[in-house]
């Protein structure tokens, strides 16, 4: 009850102070006109004076009076017309702006009574902590282990749990914490000393500190083939000037890691970053004959969308080093088993033209396309 209170009284408060210059009778006359009537009248009493005095012969004293008296009826007619303007003025134009300032807490309060849940009950934090946590939020659900963890500082495993969250929302100095209390209640693992690592390194920005690099080389010691320490480390070979051991560590993951990694993109951009062409032979080297067959016991829907996708690679590697002739015969074969005959005529011809048409290279794509159905035209 007390809320509504307030907020009715907040309400007709902003109200109010929206209305009342709406109320006030703005002033329209010239600005000046009274000061300049008083100078006028003025000098007119000068006038008189001086022409007591007989400082102003009588005609010029005259032709003033005429001049000053013009000058005040045109003051006047101008006040006159002012006012009359502020009184031709429609009053509908302030009753309308009134009715509007009014009506907008009225519709927004009858729009929340029938549409919100006014009789809805205050739910503190405590509250909304101790609900069924599929019902909670994100915010909720990190508060509830924030509360928990405060209350049992030696949960290694809520710890454990905690510390991703936090590296992915971007808390790095909580991440990093974390990851350490993490690691003092249960152990020492790859996953974890890497996880803070990479906390370490974003909460300075990307470098990889001495700290850092202690984390990244303790997983290597537990994974050697830990990926996410592998980059890192790289990493700060590179910010410490040593580029061509930041490369030489960064091909060599690139060679251990499987086809499906998704670390592969970041490595590859790393070495394009550092002016390194990744080697063809680290490149997915597209389908052979018996990855094709084994697509067959696939969908119709994910059998098209591997081939194609293998062979879209193979064919864009080849764009980039044409001097595979093993590579040309596999994209020839998979664009005739995909029965794709232009796209297969239009890779022999690529290849014949890399090699040179009279080469021996050349000559043997030519005979390999038509034992599998793709003829060259002469």
């Given at each position: 009850?007390?809320?509504?209170?307030?907020?009715?009284?907040?309400?007709?408060?902003?109200?109010?102070?929206?209305?009342?210059?709406?109320?006030?009778?703005?002033?329209?006359?010239?600005?000046?006109?009274?000061?300049?009537?008083?100078?006028?009248?003025?000098?007119?009493?000068?006038?008189?004076?001086?022409?007591?005095?007989?400082?102003?012969?009588?005609?010029?004293?005259?032709?003033?009076?005429?001049?000053?008296?013009?000058r005040i009826i045109r003051v006047a007619s101008a006040e006159k017309q002012a006012n009359k303007a502020e009184a031709s003025a429609p009053r509908d134009v302030r009753l309308i702006a009134a009715a509007a300032v009014l009506a907008v807490p009225l519709i927004s309060w009858g729009l929340y009574g029938a549409l919100g849940s006014p009789d809805l009950p205050s739910q503190p934090l405590a509250d909304r902590l101790t609900k069924n946590p599929a019902d909670s939020s994100v915010d909720e659900l990190i508060a509830r282990a924030e509360s928990h963890l405060a209350e049992n500082p030696?949960?290694?495993?809520?710890?454990?749990?905690?510390?991703?969250?936090?590296?992915?929302?971007?808390?790095?100095?909580?991440?990093?914490?974390?990851?350490?209390?993490?690691?003092?209640?249960?152990?020492?693992?790859?996953?974890?000393?890497?996880?803070?690592?990479?906390?370490?390194?974003?909460?300075?920005?990307?470098?990889?500190?001495?700290?850092?690099?202690?984390?990244?080389?303790?997983?290597?010691?537990?994974?050697?083939?830990?990926?996410?320490?592998?980059?890192?480390?790289?990493?700060?070979?590179?910010?410490?000037?040593?580029?061509?051991?930041?490369?030489?560590?960064?091909?060599?993951?690139?060679?251990?890691?499987?086809?499906?990694?998704?670390?592969?993109?970041?490595?590859?951009?790393?070495?394009?970053?550092?002016?390194?062409?990744?080697?063809?032979?680290?490149?997915?080297?597209?389908?052979?004959?018996?990855?094709?067959?084994?697509?067959?016991?696939?969908?119709?829907?994910?059998?098209?969308?591997?081939?194609?996708?293998?062979?879209?690679?193979?064919?864009?590697?080849?764009?980039?080093?044409?001097?595979?002739?093993?590579?040309?015969?596999?994209?020839?074969?998979?664009?005739?088993?995909?029965?794709?005959?232009?796209?297969?005529?239009?890779?022999?011809?690529?290849?014949?033209?890399?090699?040179?048409?009279?080469?021996?290279?050349?000559?043997?794509?030519?005979?390999?396309?038509?034992?599998?159905?793709?003829?060259?035209?002469?």
């Amino acid at each position: 009850m007390v809320f509504w209170v307030i907020a009715a009284l907040l309400t007709l408060g902003a109200s109010l102070a929206v209305l009342l210059p709406l109320t006030r009778r703005p002033k329209t006359a010239p600005a000046g006109a009274e000061h300049d009537l008083e100078v006028y009248r003025d000098q007119l009493a000068e006038l008189d004076k001086d022409t007591e005095r007989g400082l102003i012969p009588p005609s010029d004293a005259q032709e003033a009076r005429a001049e000053v008296a013009r000058r005040i009826i045109r003051v006047a007619s101008a006040e006159k017309q002012a006012n009359k303007a502020e009184a031709s003025a429609p009053r509908d134009v302030r009753l309308i702006a009134a009715a509007a300032v009014l009506a907008v807490p009225l519709i927004s309060w009858g729009l929340y009574g029938a549409l919100g849940s006014p009789d809805l009950p205050s739910q503190p934090l405590a509250d909304r902590l101790t609900k069924n946590p599929a019902d909670s939020s994100v915010d909720e659900l990190i508060a509830r282990a924030e509360s928990h963890l405060a209350e049992n500082p030696n949960d290694g495993r809520g710890w454990d749990v905690l510390a991703p969250v936090y590296l992915r929302m971007q808390r790095f100095s909580d991440s990093a914490t974390a990851y350490r209390n993490a690691i003092r209640l249960e152990g020492s693992t790859a996953g974890r000393q890497a996880g803070l690592g990479e906390a370490l390194a974003n909460q300075q920005g990307g470098m990889i500190s001495a700290e850092a690099q202690s984390a990244f080389q303790a997983a290597l010691k537990l994974d050697p083939k830990n990926a996410k320490a592998q980059f890192f480390l790289a990493v700060g070979l590179a910010q410490e000037g040593r580029k061509q051991d930041a490369v030489a560590a960064l091909r060599k993951m690139l060679a251990d890691l499987p086809q499906n990694s998704s670390w592969r993109n970041a490595v590859e951009q790393a070495l394009a970053e550092s002016g390194d062409k990744v080697a063809d032979a680290d490149r997915p080297a597209g389908p052979d004959q018996n990855q094709i067959d084994a697509a067959a016991s696939m969908s119709p829907q994910d059998r098209q969308a591997m081939i194609e996708t293998m062979v879209a690679s193979l064919d864009d590697r080849l764009r980039h080093n044409p001097d595979d002739a093993e590579g040309w015969q596999k994209l020839i074969r998979s664009y005739a088993v995909l029965d794709r005959k232009a796209e297969a005529l239009d890779a022999l011809d690529r290849a014949v033209a890399a090699f040179g048409k009279d080469s021996e290279e050349a000559k043997k794509l030519v005979a390999f396309a038509a034992s599998v159905g793709i003829a060259r035209k002469q």
